[in-house]
């Protein structure tokens, strides 16, 4: 981890704390009796799930998994549980949410690109989601009620030109869910 990385984590980490601001959503007064960022990741864990992935994910994302939790803060809802341990939303974890996706057989849609992992829920149908097989991992949004027939294309935009970078805008407090 570099030294850069390791400043992001440990803000990350103080920002947590806080019952109010570890998410951005639900913007609700009662925010903090919801409050509980699941513990992080073990190794094995992480290791278990990029063997059913099928590829290792980026280095930040799985320090994030290792060290500040599975899941539950962040941007939006919080990023997605790695595996089921990990925070829930109604697609369950990263690893089933991805696999469905790319493996996904309907004659009225197709498989979802490879290259994306979903990493946060913003709702109503609305996800970011980070390439993969980029160094930088950048991140990319997707509105589902956007889409018709054909490609999924026209639903997948650019929303910040690395994790790193969209995280720090988190952390300074940047409507993200505006930016797209």
């Known amino acids: ?54 590829f290792e994910l980026p280095s930040l994302l799985r320090i994030l998994y290792l060290q500040i939790g599975n899941g539950g803060f962040g941007p939006g809802y919080g990023l997605i549980g790695l595996n089921d341990m990990g925070a829930k939303n109604h697609h369950s974890n990263l690893v089933d949410w991805y696999l469905e996706g790319v493996n996904f057989s309907h004659p009225d849609y197709p498989a979802f690109p490879r290259q ?11 996800t970011s989601m980070i390439d993969w097989t980029k160094l930088e991992s950048p991140v990319f949004r997707f509105n589902g009620d ?27 407090d940047r409507l993200l869910f505006r930016i797209v």
Do not use: H
């Open 146 to 172: 956007e889409y018709d027939e054909g490609s999924f294309e026209n639903v997948i935009k650019p929303e910040s030109p690395s994790l790193q970078t969209w995280l720090e805008d988190w952390l300074n």
């Open 1 to 54: 981890m570099n030294y850069t990385e390791n400043l992001l984590i440990e803000r990350i980490k103080e920002r947590i704390k806080d019952p109010i601001r570890f998410v951005d959503l639900p913007d609700v007064i009662n925010k903090g009796d919801f409050y509980k960022v699941p513990p992080p990741v073990s190794l094995s864990e992480l290791e278990i799930a990029e063997k059913k992935l099928g």
């Open 116 to 126: 994306f992992v979903t990493i946060c829920d913003w709702g109503d149908n609305i």
